[in-house]
């Protein structure tokens, strides 16, 4: 599986946007690009999915760059409830197929 | 949206007891779940892959014979804990795909005593 790389943590202010990088050099033509964010003592969640074009849905947008190497979850305003692990993952495979989770993004939000 | 109930949420065992933990897709059909375990402050790592009607893939260093998984129909899968230890104390989750997207259990917490 191709590799994603985050930063270990990030910090925003409530009501403020969050821009989450994620980079991912050797992605494959069919790579679809997926982020899930973890709360505490939860399961991951689903937040938002995409190929090449940029995604929107009532959670979050995701941009991604023109070479694919690299994308960005935007959370267009922190509520103290987005505080969780955010994680970048790259999924070929279909339904069928396992995702391999990385360290991911502890997404801090101050009141 | 799809879901996935995952029980028990919580479970303390005496070790060298089994524990199993089950695993349902509540509105739609899957033929392929997956089992992870996260420790604290870990990310999720794979432990197998479900299949339903035929035998578990399991990941390269899970034990088989230790962590047994079945898939008897479209909507359930299990995953039993055989002769616990203390170090199988985790947090246990599992996952399935409804088509679009990935939607995960509210994961199992085993502590074994």
């Known amino acids: 599986d191709a590799k994603t790389t985050q930063p270990n943590s990030m910090e925003s202010n409530e009501e403020e946007p969050v821009h989450l990088p994620c980079n991912h050099s050797?992605?494959?033509?069919?790579?679809?690009i997926h982020w899930y964010r973890q709360l505490p003592s939860q399961g991951p969640e689903y937040v938002i999915h995409?190929?090449?074009s940029n995604v929107n849905n009532r959670m979050a947008s995701l941009a991604i760059a023109e070479d694919r190497k690299s994308s960005t979850l935007i959370l267009h305003r922190a509520t103290l409830r987005d505080a969780a692990v955010y994680y970048c993952?790259?999924?070929?495979?279909?339904?069928?197929?396992?995702?391999?989770f990385g360290k991911g993004t502890l997404l801090t939000v101050n009141p | 949206g799809a879901v996935v109930s995952q029980h028990p949420s919580r479970v303390i065992c005496k070790s060298g007891t089994s524990v199993k933990i089950e695993c349902r897709s509540l509105?739609?059909?899957?033929?392929?779940m997956f089992w992870y375990r996260q420790f604290p402050k870990k990310s999720l790592m794979l432990m197998a892959t479900?299949?339903?009607?035929?035998?578990?893939?399991?990941e390269q260093g899970v034990e088989k014979d230790k962590f047994l998984i079945n898939h008897a129909s479209l909507t359930l899968s299990t995953l039993t804990v055989t002769s616990a230890h203390p170090e199988d104390s985790s947090f246990y989750i599992c996952?399935?795909?409804?088509?679009?997207?990935?939607?995960f259990g509210s994961g199992t917490r085993l502590t074994v005593v």
């Open positions: 993952i790259l999924n070929s495979g279909g339904s069928n197929y396992k995702l391999t």
């Open positions: 995409g190929l090449t």
């Open positions: 996952s399935a795909s409804p088509g679009d997207g990935y939607t």
């Open positions: 479900s299949n339903e009607g035929s035998k578990a893939t399991y």
């Open positions: 050797t992605i494959s033509g069919t790579d679809y």
């Open positions: 509105d739609f059909q899957a033929t392929t």
